[in-house]
């Protein structure tokens, strides 16, 4: 794996976001507004000890209804994260999925050593803020709470509509990990 830095453009993003669009065309602005976040900034924000998150991702699966789709998501235009779903691990036996789980940790702790990290997301949320409002009609109401949540830097969770829609289990790997994905889906 490599220890070399990506940086997102602004052009990234909105072609990321546009993608998200399409894919997933119920959503709210909190939802984009977390995609940028996990763009720019991957699993960092989530992750302690890899045995606590491997756990954590074994009792998800467990309990998940539905699946998420694209089964990899890229979310860094070519460069950056992409949103490995955890659909990959419906019905493995309860060892075959505790080894995954173990892996998928190990690569997401890899993965948050490459966040972009130059720019804070309330910078770019605000840098942002007109070209999505280009793309995406959100009302004043919904741009006031997100832009007091990048404000924070707090990362929100997905929108009930979101949720409903798209079952959105998943985990951000960084690019530099592609190598290791066919040992998680084999």
């Known amino acids: 794996m490599t220890n070399a830095r990506f940086r997102l453009s602004q052009k990234d993003l909105l072609l990321v976001m546009q993608t998200e669009l399409e894919l997933h065309p119920k959503l709210e602005l909190c939802d984009l507004y977390k995609l940028v976040y996990q763009a720019c900034f991957g ?22 209804q539905g699946e998420f789709h694209p089964l990899l998501q890229d979310i860094g235009n070519g460069i950056g994260f992409h949103r490995f779903s955890l659909s ?9 999925l505790k080894s995954k789980c173990e892996l998928l940790a190990e690569l997401m702790l890899s993965s948050s050593d ?12 605000s840098a942002l803020k007109p070209m999505i409002a280009d793309m995406y ?9 997100v832009n007091a949540m990048a404000a924070k830097a707090l990362l929100p969770h997905h929108s009930e509509i979101y949720r409903q ?20 889906i084999s």
């Open 43 to 64: 699993p960092g924000h989530l992750l302690d000890d890899p045995a606590a998150v491997a756990q954590r991702i074994f009792a998800e699966v467990n309990a998940m």
């Open 114 to 125: 490459m966040a972009q990290n130059e720019r804070s997301i309330s910078d770019l949320w």
């Open 137 to 145: 009609p959100a009302t004043p109401v919904a741009w006031q709470e």
């Open 165 to 184: 829609n798209y079952h959105p289990h998943y985990r951000l790997l960084h690019l530099c990990c592609s190598d290791k994905i066919p040992h998680l």
């Open 88 to 96: 990959h691990f419906k019905g493995l036996d309860p060892n075959s």
